[in-house]
Antibody, heavy 121, light 108 residues
């Protein structure tokens, strides 16, 4: 069964750091781009970052550039998001997502269940 | 940066209605557009990819069309299970994927 499972969310103070993880199973993780997408409470979806199959290319939405770092460990079938200098506006459910077939031209056919990040003092 | 808009933002409809949602891109994205359905408390699920291709297991009452800057998602006959929020997403370039603001479909 194809599965993405996020972890690492929680409560953090403004200016703090958090590292999210996404464990992948059931597909050839090392062959596909991976993304993080977030959704603030009651708001819409916002793409945050993505990373190429081998980790050589990474892209970010402007609002997180310089603060967030996406990475992956293909040997562990895992995706990460290191979040530093967190702000109140970063509070959201964070999803990892991917085209796990290679046939959808990078539309996201698989999403994790999400992990909640709360930024508050 | 490519901006995405959707209309309407909210749509009230009845079971059996034909429903159309429009998504517009601020610049040409060819056919690199996907549609997702999201229900409260759940992750989104893929409906349509590359503007008009049905995702796996998606009912045939869903269809997508368009190219360039204007796209539509149509539900031919609205069912109970279709009351949800729908998002379009452009993926024209790896360097920036953008979602539309969403369209909520609720019961009239």
């Amino acid at each position: 069964e194809v599965q993405l499972v996020e972890s690492g969310g929680g409560l953090v103070q403004p200016g703090g750091s958090l590292r999210l993880s996404c464990a992948a199973s059931g597909f050839m993780f090392s062959k596909y781009w991976m993304s993080w997408v977030r959704q603030a409470p009651g708001k819409g979806l916002e793409w945050v970052a993505n990373i190429k199959e081998d980790g050589s290319d990474k892209y970010y939405v402007d609002s997180v550039k310089g603060r967030f770092t996406i990475s992956r460990d293909n040997a562990k079938n895992s995706l990460y998001l290191q979040m530093n200098s967190l702000r109140a506006e970063d509070a959201a459910v964070y999803y990892c997502a991917s085209d796990t077939t290679g046939k959808l031209n990078n539309a996201f056919d698989m999403w994790g269940q999400g992990t909640m990040v709360t930024v508050s003092s | 940066d490519i901006q995405m808009t959707q209309s309407p933002s909210t749509l009230s409809a009845s079971i059996g209605d034909r429903v159309t949602i429009t998504c517009r891109a601020s610049q040409n994205i060819n056919s690199w557009l996907a549609w997702y359905q999201q229900k409260p408390g759940k992750a989104p699920s893929l409906l349509i990819y590359k503007a008009s291709n049905l995702g796996r297991g998606v009912p045939l009452r869903f269809s997508g069309s368009g190219s360039g800057t204007e796209f539509t998602l149509t539900i031919s006959s609205l069912q109970c299970d279709d009351f949800a929020t729908y998002y379009c997403q452009q993926y024209n370039s790896y360097s920036l994927f953008t979602f539309g603001p969403g369209t909520r479909v609720d019961i009239k």
